[in-house]
């Protein structure tokens, strides 16, 4: 089922579904069905293009849960997710390769050193479709080390492969209390999934979202169509996702949010 879905989001995302409109629709260009599709392949390109699309739909995810303003006096425990190396080329170069969620590791770090006596946590293998060429813990334990967080201080779980295998192999491995204050560091985008599937494992995480993509004020905003491109896939990946676990049974919701105060 890893295999499959993977394959499936790939076949999904944007920037595949209008290339794939695209071709069959050259392939089929004699027929006007596929004149239909050339034009609706090039008009989705040109409106991803001129307007920002992609700022339209990640903008929802990434203001689901607010940012914390007011740090805890006593944090337990910090938890941070993988996906911020590229585990692949980190093996091919042999050093510590940042991806766009860099910022996970960054904060996690700063938050260790706010906190001292908390428990640390990364957890993170491999999300490739091919499990065992690379490793992104091994990575993340050199990277952490030249910034001086210490080896001892952090534990590693390197086997899950998915969201959902972060939460309940990270709870199965530390165990957390009911009355403990965890921290969950990921990217704000990915961060009501990721809510979702660890208060579905039992555990009740604070949230710490990092790594925005979105903006109110587009000045400046990328004429790129490939950056945008980009960063459409990367909420459609979450939208997708979301669904795909609510419907699986992941999670409780589609669409968590944060939980009512009393």
């Not at 790939?10 to 004149?35: K, N, S, W």
């Not at 034009?39 to 607010?66: H, K, N, S």
């Not at 911020?84 to 996970?104: H, K, M, N, W, Y």
């Not at 560091?185 to 979202?209: E, Q």
Request: proline share 6%; glycine share 10%; with cysteine.
């Amino acid at each position: 089922m890893f295999v499959i879905g993977k394959i499936l989001t790939m076949a999904m995302m944007p920037t595949a579904f209008l290339v794939e409109t695209l071709l069959l629709g050259l392939l089929l260009r004699r027929f006007l069905f596929g004149r239909v599709l050339v034009g609706l392949g090039a008009l989705g390109l040109a409106t991803c293009l001129v307007f920002p699309v992609d700022q339209w739909v990640i903008r929802p995810i990434e203001d689901r849960f607010p940012q914390v303003r007011t740090p805890p006096e006593h944090v337990d425990g910090i938890i941070v997710l993988g996906g911020s190396i590229d585990d692949l080329t980190s093996e091919d170069r042999q050093i510590p390769v940042t991806g766009a969620a860099g910022d996970r590791l960054t904060t996690f770090v700063a938050l260790a050193r706010r906190y001292p006596d908390a428990k640390l946590v990364f957890t993170g293998g491999s999300g490739d479709i091919v499990q065992g060429s690379a490793n992104e813990a091994k990575w993340v334990r050199i990277l952490f080390e030249g910034l001086g967080l210490p080896e001892e201080r952090v534990i590693y779980e390197n086997h899950s492969r998915t969201t959902r295998e972060n939460a309940t192999d990270s709870y199965a491995l530390v165990h957390p209390q009911p009355d403990e204050t965890w921290v969950l560091v990921t990217s704000a985008s990915h961060m009501p999934r990721s809510v979702g599937v660890f208060r579905k494992a039992g555990w009740h995480v604070l949230p710490w979202p990092v790594g925005y993509l979105s903006r109110d004020n587009l000045r400046g905003y990328s004429l790129s169509l490939g950056g945008r491109m980009a960063t459409l896939d990367w909420a459609a990946h979450e939208w997708i996702g979301m669904v795909a676990y609510y419907l699986r049974g992941w999670t409780d919701s589609m669409f968590p949010a944060p939980e009512k105060r009393s």
